[in-house]
Structure formats: structure tokens, C-alpha cells
């Protein structure tokens, strides 16, 4: 093999690898647990499964097949029967996980192509230069913010700049699904995949999630999925991932480099 099939080889790796590390999003709840190392699992509504579902079995491409009943009428007979079908969980084992939050743009350095973030869960100032991949979106960020500090009414200096104090940036906060992955602070590995009904959760799962009460699970999760008709009375099918935090991945700025290449 001559070293640049080696390299090339090394980058096909890198790709590979690349499939593997996806965003995932997290309310602030959520965020202070994984924060304080309190969670290890979270639950994910299954989407377009039959309600008639009453069995799941893992297959071996790491899917999961779901057998639901089904009704109707042929020839002005009533029949009951059984269909199947088969389904990938968003997440496997061995996936990376970059968490998602609110955030806003907390200062910027155009020399250096970097933003500096404040986080909203805990309103933490990050004062290290994060370098930002996408120059476009880079200077979109820019724009953002300086158009929201002259609305705000934050004064100039006399050389046109913009300042304030770290933390009280006039930007406003960014929802989760618009994080850049330069910008997260929280990596995990999924460990574990399993599919179930949501009311099946068990005491101990719950601690996993990170509360201690049943209410207090039940309200978070109404919270965020009760609008969207997977409400805790519903019981719907979920898929339970179970994870690790872990660090930064080693190939982390390559990964953001390539990430909407």
C-alpha cells in the first residue's frame, strides 16, 4: 500500500467514523442532569407506528420489528390478522452524541473566524474563542447580533464597535435545533437501544432520566410531547436510549469542519 492509498484510507475512516456522531436535542432540565452526571437514559416517541403494536423484537441490522393486529372486512367478512413492520432507531450503540441547547452569540472575533457563547440553562459564560467552520453562517451570526444591539439601544464605541459585559450579550437566544457543533459542550455514548411502551418506564429508568418521582417524569415529558399527541396518557411506543458522557472526540474540529460540507 503506498502512503497516500494509507491516507486516503485514513480519511475514508474519518468519514465513517463522521457517520457516527449526530446532533441530539435537549430541553434545560435535561441539560443540568447530564451536567451533573444524574442521566444516563433518555426516551424518544417511536413516530407512524401502528396503535395496534402489542410486540417488538430486535433484529440483527439493528432495527426492531413491530407486530401490530389489524382489522377490515373481504367479501363482507369481518378478519383479524397480524402485520409487521420494521424500523431503525435514529441512534445506535456506539454513536456519538453532541448535545444541543439554547445558546446566544456572546462576543465574536472575526480575525480569528470565532464566537465566544453564553448557554441559558445555566447562563454560563464560555470565554474561549470557539472557531466556526462556516464562514457564511459566521458573519450571519455577526450581522444577527449587532442589528439586535442597536435595536436593544447598546451604545458604540468611537470606533464603531459594540461592548458589554460578559453574560449580558443584546443577543437573543438561539433555540437548540440551530446550535453549530463548534459550540457544544456535552458529548455521549449510546450504550444501549431499546424500544417500549412509555408508562413501562420503571423506577430505577427514571432515575436514570435524571428525576426521582413519577410526576416529575410525567411533567417533563408533557412538557415537550403532549402537544404533539405523545402525552404520557396516550402510552405511546419510545425508543429508550440508554448512554455514557464521554469527552470531546479527538477528530471533534475535522467532524465541524465537514459537518455541512
Given at each position: 500500500m503506498t502512503m497516500n492509498e494509507k491516507r486516503l484510507g485514513e480519511r475514508q475512516k474519518d468519514v465513517m467514523n463522521f457517520e457516527k456522531i449526530k446532533p441530539i436535542n435537549f430541553g434545560p432540565e435535561m441539560i443540568l442532569t447530564i451536567a451533573d452526571n444524574r442521566k444516563t437514559q433518555t426516551r424518544r416517541p417511536i413516530k407512524n407506528i401502528s396503535e395496534n403494536t402489542h410486540h417488538v423484537e430486535r433484529n440483527e441490522d439493528g432495527s426492531f420489528g413491530f407486530m401490530f393486529s389489524s382489522y377490515g372486512v373481504i367479501n363482507g367478512k369481518a378478519f383479524i390478522g397480524?402485520?409487521?413492520?420494521?424500523?431503525?432507531?435514529?441512534?445506535?450503540?456506539?454513536?456519538?452524541?453532541?448535545?444541543?441547547?439554547?445558546?446566544?452569540?456572546g462576543a465574536w472575533d472575526l480575525r480569528r473566524?470565532?464566537?465566544?457563547?453564553?448557554?441559558?440553562?445555566?447562563?454560563?459564560?464560555?470565554?474561549?474563542?470557539?472557531?466556526?467552520?462556516?464562514?457564511?453562517?459566521?458573519?450571519?451570526?455577526?450581522?444577527?447580533?449587532?442589528?439586535?444591539?442597536?435595536?436593544?439601544?447598546?451604545r458604540r464605541q468611537p470606533d464603531g464597535s459594540l461592548k458589554w459585559i460578559p453574560g449580558y450579550s443584546p443577543d437573543y437566544w438561539r433555540p437548540a435545533k440551530h446550535m453549530p457543533p463548534e459550540t457544544a459542550r456535552y458529548f455521549l455514548e449510546v450504550t444501549d437501544v431499546k424500544a417500549e411502551?412509555?408508562?413501562?418506564?420503571?423506577?430505577?429508568?427514571?432515575?436514570a432520566e435524571g428525576v426521582y418521582t413519577k410526576d416529575s417524569f410525567i411533567n417533563i415529558w408533557n412538557t415537550y410531547y403532549i402537544y404533539k399527541d405523545y402525552g404520557w396518557d396516550t402510552n405511546p411506543w419510545v425508543w429508550v436510549y440508554?448512554?455514557?458522557?464521554?469527552?470531546?472526540?479527538?477528530?471533534?474540529?475535522?467532524?465541524?469542519?465537514?459537518?455541512?460540507?
Open positions: 397480524d402485520g409487521w413492520e420494521d424500523i431503525m432507531p435514529k441512534y445506535q450503540p456506539g454513536d456519538i452524541l453532541w448535545c444541543r441547547e439554547q445558546w446566544r452569540i473566524d470565532s464566537i465566544a457563547v453564553d448557554y441559558k440553562v445555566d447562563y454560563f459564560s464560555r470565554l474561549d474563542w470557539l472557531e466556526i467552520s462556516d464562514e457564511v453562517k459566521l458573519h450571519q451570526y455577526v450581522d444577527q447580533v449587532k442589528k439586535r444591539a442597536d435595536k436593544k439601544g447598546v411502551r412509555l408508562q413501562d418506564i420503571s423506577l430505577d429508568d427514571m432515575i440508554s448512554f455514557k458522557k464521554i469527552k470531546r472526540p479527538n477528530n471533534w474540529k475535522a467532524f465541524c469542519q465537514s459537518y455541512r460540507s
